[in-house]
């Protein structure tokens, strides 16, 4: 798994550590004006039988503008014939991917107030196309913030079975990537 994040100020620098699970993370430091992270590598496929996220690889890119506007794109690539054409639910959650989907906790909220649920939140639905490969990008007026329910802010994206509903439920949630959103 790759890792990059840039801070304005500080000069270029790369870094690299083994992380637990013995995958690679890239840490790299910029000058760049607003702030950015960007991962990449295998998703967490949690048990559940016929799993379309199993082997699945996604990339995941975080930037706040300097007006504290947050843009967020997600690619998917790896998926079997199975999946084209069906979409699918995928949201930033509070905690970081675990053993199961449930470890991840509930989608971060911003606390702002909004006309509807999707305004406070990053949703990032997908479809697969005919390549196995899949795109996604939501763009919201705020940067995330610590909040009471979600003291670190977001910490990962989940992937779930079905597309998002009004209320913000998307059915089980199949895979997970850690992003170390930076808010």
């Not at 930037?63 to 997600?74: A, F, N, Q, Y």
Request: charged fraction near 15%; charge should be negative.
């Amino acid at each position: 798994m790759s890792i990059l994040t840039s801070r304005p100020g500080r000069a270029l620098a790369a870094a690299t550590l083994a992380l637990t699970a013995g995958l690679v993370a890239t840490i790299s430091l910029a000058g760049a004006s607003g702030r950015s992270v960007s991962v990449s590598g295998p998703v967490t496929a949690y048990a559940v039988a016929d799993n379309p996220l199993a082997g699945v690889s996604a990339s995941v890119h975080e930037t706040v503008t300097d007006s504290g506007k947050t843009i967020v794109t997600l690619h998917l690539w790896g998926f079997g014939p199975e999946a084209e054409g069906r979409t699918f639910g995928a949201h930033a959650h509070v905690n970081g991917c675990g053993t199961t989907g449930a470890d991840a906790g509930p989608h971060y909220t911003h606390p702002a107030p909004a006309a509807d649920l999707e305004a406070r939140e990053i949703w990032l639905d997908y479809t697969v196309n005919d390549d196995g490969n899949a795109r996604a990008k939501a763009t919201r007026d705020w940067a995330i913030v610590p909040t009471a329910s979600a003291p670190q802010g977001a910490r990962s994206v989940i992937f779930h079975a079905l597309p998002t509903n009004q209320e913000g439920v998307a059915g089980t949630r199949l895979a997970c990537i850690d992003v170390p959103f930076e808010g």
